[in-house]
């Protein structure tokens, strides 16, 4: 008990995004079991229902109850978000570990593609992906679709990490005692960096969940799926704002904002245990 009291005094910010993260998958679960998700099916047509007893979020104009879209679309949203971000770190790591330990041209080659590739506007290219294949995205794709573009800034940072640790003394002692270069990279490099990892996944789950809302938003997302960005777009399209309809675009937005403020903190507290600096600092 008294190292967790320790570790809670030394992480808040990592202990209050987690903390603010599991209060929201708690909130879910417990939607998920009282709340028929079928409801957040769209109708033929349907009353613009204020929140009341019966609809505690109200419904909107094509007869979908928001509380059933909010318990089924936020972790569609958060799936998206994890899919593309882990994908995009995984690619990510495995470059910035080839071109940072081996070097030479496989690291000019490699470093030059990823300089070049951060260059493109993103957006851009993925609303021109988005938009070519509209009618069959799915969740999933959208994800493939993110994560195809998010590749490039985790092999940048990664490679300037790994450029730093081959040249010190206990990598050099792992030469001297026989260890090839992947036990190397597995045993030495790749624990240290763990926590470093850990926080690139999160801000890389964050950015795929920004992305994701982002084309959503332009009605470039699952058409049929409930998700936060869809959610907006619809709300957007039927001018939810200007008619009143407060509880159409409230509920996505505040759970859009819970969500970065946690994964913020995450990635924050993550920060301070893998950067020295800043755990002196705080």
Same mark, same amino acid.
């Given at each position: 008990?008294?190292?967790?009291?320790?570790?809670?005094?030394?992480?808040?910010?990592?202990?209050?995004?987690?903390?603010?993260?599991?209060?929201?998958?708690?909130?879910?679960?417990?939607?998920?079991?009282?709340?028929?998700?079928?409801?957040?099916?769209?109708?033929?047509?349907?009353?613009?229902?204020?929140?009341?007893?019966?609809?505690?979020?109200?419904?909107?104009?094509?007869?979908?109850?928001?509380?059933?879209?909010?318990?089924? @679309? =936020?972790?569609?949203?958060?799936? %998206? $978000? +994890?899919? #593309?971000?882990? *994908? /995009?770190?995984?690619?990510?790591?495995? &470059? !910035?570990?080839?071109?940072?330990?081996?070097?030479?041209?496989?690291?000019?080659?490699?470093?030059?593609?990823?300089?070049?590739?951060?260059?493109?506007?993103?957006?851009?290219?993925?609303?021109?992906?988005?938009?070519?294949?509209?009618?069959?995205?799915?969740?999933?794709?959208?994800?493939?679709?993110?994560?195809?573009?998010?590749?490039?800034?985790?092999?940048?940072?990664?490679?300037?990490?790994?450029?730093?640790?081959?040249?010190?003394?206990?990598?050099?002692?792992?030469?001297?005692?026989?260890?090839?270069?992947?036990?190397?990279?597995?045993?030495?490099?790749?624990?240290?960096?763990?926590?470093?990892?850990?926080?690139?996944?999160?801000?890389?789950? @964050? =950015?795929?969940?920004?992305?994701? %809302? $982002? +084309?959503? #938003?332009?009605? *470039? /997302?699952?058409?049929?799926?409930?998700? &936060? !960005?869809?959610?907006?777009?619809?709300?957007?399209?039927?001018?939810?704002?200007?008619?009143?309809?407060?509880?159409?675009?409230?509920?996505?937005?505040?759970?859009?904002?819970?969500?970065?403020?946690?994964?913020?903190?995450?990635?924050?507290?993550?920060?301070?245990?893998?950067?020295?600096?800043?755990?002196?600092?705080?």
């Amino acid at each position: 008990m008294r190292s967790i009291l320790i570790f809670v005094r030394r992480n808040t910010m990592l202990t209050a995004g987690l903390t603010l993260l599991l209060v929201m998958f708690v909130l879910w679960v417990v939607g998920y079991l009282m709340v028929d998700v079928s409801k957040a099916a769209p109708l033929s047509a349907g009353p613009d229902i204020r929140p009341s007893a019966e609809y505690p979020l109200g419904t909107d104009s094509a007869g979908r109850q928001m509380l059933a879209v909010m318990v089924k @679309g =936020a972790p569609t949203t958060l799936q %998206i $978000g +994890l899919i #593309a971000g882990a *994908l /995009g770190l995984i690619v990510g790591t495995i &470059l !910035g570990f080839t071109a940072g330990y081996f070097g030479g041209v496989v690291d000019s080659v490699i470093r030059t593609l990823a300089d070049v590739a951060l260059t493109v506007p993103a957006l851009a290219v993925l609303v021109v992906i988005a938009s070519v294949i509209t009618k069959t995205l799915s969740p999933q794709i959208l994800a493939l679709i993110i994560a195809s573009l998010a590749w490039m800034w985790p092999t940048r940072t990664i490679r300037s990490q790994v450029l730093t640790m081959r040249e010190r003394a206990y990598v050099e002692v792992a030469r001297l005692s026989g260890l090839n270069n992947f036990e190397i990279i597995f045993k030495e490099l790749m624990p240290n960096l763990l926590p470093y990892l850990a926080a690139s996944f999160v801000g890389a789950v @964050g =950015a795929a969940i920004l992305a994701a %809302i $982002g +084309l959503e #938003a332009l009605g *470039l /997302g699952p058409q049929s799926e409930p998700t &936060l !960005g869809m959610t907006i777009y619809w709300a957007r399209y039927y001018n939810a704002l200007p008619r009143g309809m407060w509880w159409w675009w409230a509920p996505p937005v505040v759970v859009i904002i819970l969500l970065f403020i946690g994964l913020f903190m995450v990635a924050a507290g993550l920060d301070q245990i893998a950067n020295p600096r800043s755990r002196r600092a705080a």
